[in-house]
């Protein structure tokens, strides 16, 4: 079957704003007195992470529906605009865009990370243990520093991995910049 792409031009649809049926209200109803109904048995901030659950599935399909949505018409000129302007428009071409560098490939982070993470895990654990001591006034039992020496642990591993694996990438990408020369803009302007 041939189709005419002009035609196909015409009969494309712009993206139409948000709608719903009788349906989808009662359905939206029904949702909010259930979660209306949960609050008499259950925690309000239970109840709060209930629907804060339930709207970020619905704001997660919503999303995700117009993005599909812009996807099928972003590439296509737009038919009401004047013939001059749709003879312009074209797809991007790979000249249009910046040379890769090498950020956008997978490397390790090496060994800084094993000992960033080591010192952040020692010096949180070493933290949590005296804090949890100073904090219960001399009385909190073994169970309790066990606890918190194994909380601050985590949390200072998870803190050193953040802060240097973010300075490590933040100085490659400086440094890459700094690496790369900056583009000949005099056979741009001759082009023009």
């Known amino acids: 079957m041939i189709t005419n792409p002009k035609a196909n031009l015409q009969n494309r649809k712009s993206l139409r704003p948000p709608q719903f049926g009788l349906r989808t209200l009662l ?40 993005g599909t949505r812009l ?53 949180g654990a070493v933290g949590g243990g005296l804090w949890t001591f100073v904090a219960g006034h001399g009385h909190a039992g073994p169970l309790n520093i066990a606890v918190g020496v194994i909380a601050f642990a985590m949390l200072g591993g998870m803190a050193a991995f953040a802060t240097v694996a973010f300075a490590q990438v933040l100085a490659g990408a400086v440094w890459q910049a700094m690496k790369t020369p900056p583009p000949d803009r005099s056979t741009e302007s001759a082009v023009k």
């Open 71 to 123: 996807r099928e018409i972003g590439d296509q000129p737009n038919p009401d605009q004047p013939q001059e302007a749709i003879a312009v428009f074209q797809s991007p071409r790979p000249e249009d865009f910046a040379p890769v560098t090498p950020l956008g490939q997978r490397h390790s982070l090496g060994w800084t990370i094993v000992v960033a993470i080591s010192v952040g895990v020692a010096s």
């Open 27 to 66: 359905l939206a109803v029904a949702g909010c007195a259930v979660v209306c109904a949960l609050s008499r048995w259950l925690h309000p901030a239970a109840v709060l992470a209930l629907s804060f659950l339930a709207v970020s599935v619905f704001f997660h399909v919503a999303g995700n529906a117009i």
